[in-house]
Each structure stands twice: as C-alpha cells, then as structure tokens.
C-alpha cells in the first residue's frame, strides 16, 4: 500500500521562469525506503519541502499531485497541512543546532507538540519525551530533557530531532541529510538508528542526501535527481550492480572503496545546472564524459531498461555496468 504518491510535481519561481522542480513523479509503500541522491542543487531538499508544502511562503509555484494515504494534499490550507505535519509526514532536518531553540530545554521542545496536539498533560508527555529519548539510544534520558541543546554532542542532537519526528508516530518519516557533519562512526550509528526505527515502527523513509555510500546499506529503492529531475529510479542492489545514467556512475565513482587504494577521489568536472539557465536537451551532457551532439536535442525520458527489475533511465544511451563494485555498506 502506498503511503506517498508523488505526480508530475513542479517547482518554479519568478513567473515560471526559474524551474527548480521539474515534472517529478515517484512513490513510497509502507515500510518501505526510498533514497533520494544527488549533488546540492539538484532538486533533493525542494521536492520534499513542496511535498510538506513549505514552500509557498518562498513564493513558490508548484503544480502537480501529491497523495498522502490515499488523500490528496495538493490543495489543503495552512491548516489542514499542519494536521498532516507531525503525525503524517514528519522531518528531520540536517542541521541539529539550527533546527533546535537554543533558549529551550530538549523537553520543553519535545513535549510542545504532544501537549498542544496530543492532548498530553506535562508529566505524561515528560514521560512519553523521555521513553522517546530512551527508544533512540540517549543514554539517562529523564536527565536529559532538562538540558540544553548546546549541553549535547552532535549526535545526540541528531538524536533528538528524530525523537522529535517519531513522537507523533508519523506514516512518512523524511530525513535530509540526517548524518551531515557527523563523523563516519556517528553518522553509522544514526542511519542505524532511523532503519531500526522504520522497520520497527513500519514507517515509509525518505532518505535525502548527496552520498551514495549513505543509502547503501539503509534504502530499498534509490531516486537519482540532477537539474530537478529524477535520471534513474531502480531497486537498491539493481542499481549498484548496473547503474545505467552517466551521472549515477559518475556519482559512484566518487564514493571511497575498501578494496582499492587511491591517491585522489575521482571528482565530476563542472557544476549542476543552474535553475534559471539550464541547458539545453539533456541537463547533465555539458559534463558528461559520454555526451553525443544528439544529446543536446531534447530532455530525454524516463524509460525503463530491459530487466526484470523495475529500472529506469533518462538517458537514450545508458550503459549499465554489471556487476559494479559495491561501495562500504552497500548490501550485494
């Protein structure tokens, strides 16, 4: 059963002029997990925010459909989407110590919307708080509801937030880069974390982030964005195997690997796209080391490659590589 379908979404601005969201469709089923990647400037953090529908105060333009549960949210008011918020679709955001008042205890931040929502008294959602901060790993949790943010590490910051998130038991957890600036131990611990958590709590995952090394081991599926638009879609281990988009193998060729020693990362020549001047045909033949003149043409399809498996292309030469290298954490 799908928990989120997404169809021909569309984000624009200046008039239509500036198109940072363009015509991206893709769903997510119960329990299921679903990596988003792709470099900063992609699409990534925009298509889930217009999803959330955070974005019209940006002054946005956003057409298409979004479903939630069955229900479509495309043309719900403020008020109907922040009933969704929380106890629907929640968010963990990237940057812990922005997205947490630093003038407010953990547990006066988590208790807030279990009292203004929930209808939880302040013991009980003290106790709820401090069973949420015990369920994520946070060690003396009734200790920890009296601290501040800065009193904590980087990850149990982290922690926090998806405390935060889970506390309305949400269907859709979304996760944006959840694990930067954590270091590699860190980050394993949290992305360990919120799958323990998905899989106990049967919540959908979406996984926002720029490394593929991140999605190995977590994601079922894995949507690869550039110049706002989805280059590949297929299962987790299809797309490792046989990654059929240059910008996806490019991608991979830039995650470290166990079993090779290198002097210097291989890196993809260039820069995204900018919303306001993309280019024409193709969004990523300027740095494509594979590019035709035909590229230049027209935007390629979505098409599916041969296969049993569900696997998707936007690209009229896709080269899968079967039995592409695994990066560190990547389950074969």
Same mark, same amino acid.
């Given at each position: 059963?799908?928990?989120?379908?997404?169809?021909?979404?569309?984000?624009?601005?200046?008039?239509?002029?500036?198109?940072?969201?363009?015509?991206?469709?893709?769903?997510?089923?119960?329990?299921?997990?679903?990596?988003?990647?792709?470099?900063?400037?992609?699409?990534?953090?925009?298509?889930?925010?217009?999803?959330?529908?955070?974005?019209?105060?940006?002054?946005?333009?956003?057409?298409?459909?979004?479903?939630?549960?069955?229900?479509?949210?495309?043309?719900?008011?403020?008020?109907?989407?922040?009933?969704?918020?929380?106890?629907?679709?929640?968010?963990?955001?990237?940057?812990?110590?922005?997205?947490?008042?630093?003038?407010?205890?953990?547990?006066?931040?988590?208790?807030?919307?279990?009292?203004?929502?929930?209808?939880?008294?302040?013991?009980? $959602?003290? =106790?709820?708080?401090?069973?949420?901060?015990? @369920?994520?790993? !946070?060690?003396?949790? *009734?200790?920890? +509801? &009296?601290?501040?943010?800065?009193?904590?590490?980087?990850?149990?910051?982290?922690?926090?937030?998806?405390?935060?998130?889970?506390?309305?038991?949400?269907?859709?957890?979304?996760?944006?880069?959840?694990?930067? $600036?954590? =270091?590699?131990?860190?980050?394993?611990?949290? @992305?360990?974390? !919120?799958?323990?958590? *998905?899989?106990? +709590? &049967?919540?959908?995952?979406?996984?926002?982030?720029?490394?593929?090394?991140?999605?190995?081991?977590?994601?079922?599926?894995?949507?690869?964005?550039?110049?706002?638009?989805?280059?590949?879609?297929?299962?987790?281990?299809?797309?490792?195997?046989?990654?059929?988009?240059?910008?996806?193998?490019?991608?991979?060729?830039?995650?470290?690997?166990?079993?090779?020693?290198?002097?210097?990362?291989?890196?993809?020549?260039?820069?995204?796209?900018?919303?306001?001047?993309?280019?024409?045909?193709?969004?990523?033949?300027?740095?494509?080391?594979?590019?035709?003149?035909?590229?230049?043409?027209?935007?390629?399809?979505?098409?599916?490659?041969?296969?049993?498996?569900?696997?998707?292309?936007?690209?009229?030469?896709?080269?899968?590589?079967?039995?592409?290298?695994?990066?560190?954490?990547?389950?074969?």
């Amino acid at each position: 059963m799908s928990v989120l379908e997404v169809e021909h979404l569309k984000v624009a601005y200046r008039g239509g002029a500036v198109e940072t969201v363009r015509d991206v469709s893709f769903g997510v089923a119960e329990g299921e997990a679903l990596g988003v990647v792709g470099e900063s400037g992609c699409g990534k953090s925009q298509t889930m925010l217009a999803v959330l529908g955070l974005l019209g105060h940006e002054g946005a333009e956003i057409s298409g459909r979004v479903v939630f549960d069955g229900r479509d949210i495309g043309g719900l008011g403020p008020k109907g989407l922040r009933e969704i918020r929380g106890s629907g679709i929640a968010l963990v955001s990237q940057d812990a110590l922005s997205a947490l008042n630093p003038a407010m205890t953990v547990g006066a931040q988590m208790a807030e919307p279990l009292v203004r929502y929930d209808g939880h008294r302040r013991r009980s $959602a003290a =106790d709820r708080c401090a069973e949420l901060l015990d @369920l994520v790993g !946070i060690p003396g949790p *009734r200790d920890r +509801l &009296r601290s501040y943010p800065h009193e904590l590490s980087g990850g149990m910051r982290q922690r926090v937030l998806i405390a935060m998130a889970i506390s309305r038991e949400p269907r859709l957890l979304i996760a944006d880069e959840p694990t930067t $600036a954590l =270091d590699v131990t860190i980050q394993a611990q949290v @992305l360990g974390l !919120i799958d323990r958590l *998905r899989r106990e +709590l &049967r919540m959908a995952l979406v996984l926002i982030t720029h490394d593929l090394g991140v999605v190995a081991g977590v994601t079922d599926r894995i949507a690869v964005m550039y110049g706002g638009r989805i280059v590949e879609t297929a299962p987790t281990t299809a797309l490792f195997d046989a990654p059929g988009h240059p910008y996806t193998r490019a991608l991979m060729a830039s995650v470290p690997r166990m079993d090779h020693r290198v002097d210097r990362l291989p890196n993809i020549p260039g820069f995204p796209p900018h919303p306001a001047d993309p280019p024409p045909g193709c969004a990523f033949q300027p740095r494509c080391g594979d590019a035709r003149p035909a590229c230049a043409d027209s935007v390629p399809e979505l098409l599916p490659l041969p296969g049993a498996r569900p696997h998707h292309v936007r690209c009229p030469y896709p080269a899968p590589a079967a039995g592409a290298a695994h990066p560190a954490g990547a389950s074969a």
